[in-house]
């Protein structure tokens, strides 16, 4: 074992194993890796430790967890056709009209969600984002980041009059692996009011929920919301509004 691993997390080294068992196909798709139990005893660690190595690798896809039968090799994720997202935001930042209002910037202990989201104890402490995104002063998303202060320890100190958060930290930790969620829904009363929303248009909106890792930690989990006119999922066939 090379000298930069004694100095990993325990649990970090149970996921490098594993890893790497699985990496040199010793582990084949379908393969019962050895139990919590076994994991514990081999790296003298204890059972809590174990599991979360193994739960951190099931949530990046690794492993198939199956109450009462053990952890599995899981089916590698067959890669799906490209979908093209049409984003406003993202063309505001290449024109050079983006900008941003922070709404909230602070830390905060982490509650029993966010804590299981981040990898992180309950009560720990965590960066807590709240911005406003905007193009030409006109708001577009709306997005709550919580944040694990190890990855970003300069974070409360940024004004980011330059810079998205979301920038700042793929510079600062670049993520190596991410999950997305899109579910549609309408506005908060207060996000309605960041967005600048009439009521119909508050009530069709996107919401994106994303975590990022960074090598083996998790960096940030965020929710962003979209009005569903800023944002096109498909081909790029017909830009919002546009006509035949």
Known sequence: MANRDLK?????????????????????????????????????????????????????????????????????????????????????????????RIISLESIPASAKVAELLHMASGDVVYQLIVVHLDRGRPLQWQHLYINPLLAPALLKQKFNKISPDDYLQWLAPSTSTQHQLTALSASASQRLELELT??????????????????????????????????????????????
């Not at 994720?77 to 049409?86: D, L, M």
């Not at 930690?217 to 830009?239: D, I, K, T």
Request: proline fraction near 6%; glycine fraction near 6%; charged fraction near 15%.
């Open 8 to 100: 990993l997390p325990k649990f970090a080294l149970i996921k490098q194993y594993v890893q790497g068992q699985i990496e040199s196909a010793d582990w084949p798709v379908g393969t019962c890796i050895p139990s919590e139990t076994e994991l514990a005893t081999t790296f003298n660690v204890s059972r809590m430790t174990a599991r979360r190595a193994l739960q951190e690798l099931a949530d990046q896809g690794l492993l198939s967890r199956v109450p009462g039968r053990g952890s599995f090799v899981a089916e590698p994720e067959v890669p799906v056709a490209q979908v093209e997202i049409y984003n406003q935001l993202h063309s505001a930042q290449t024109a050079g009209t983006y900008s941003n």
């Open 199 to 244: 009521i119909d248009e508050a009530a069709a909106c996107l919401q994106l929920a994303r975590r990022c890792w960074h090598k083996q930690n998790v960096r940030s989990f965020s929710l962003s919301l979209y009005p569903a006119s800023h944002y096109l999922l498909g081909a790029n066939l017909l830009h919002p509004g546009e006509k035949l």
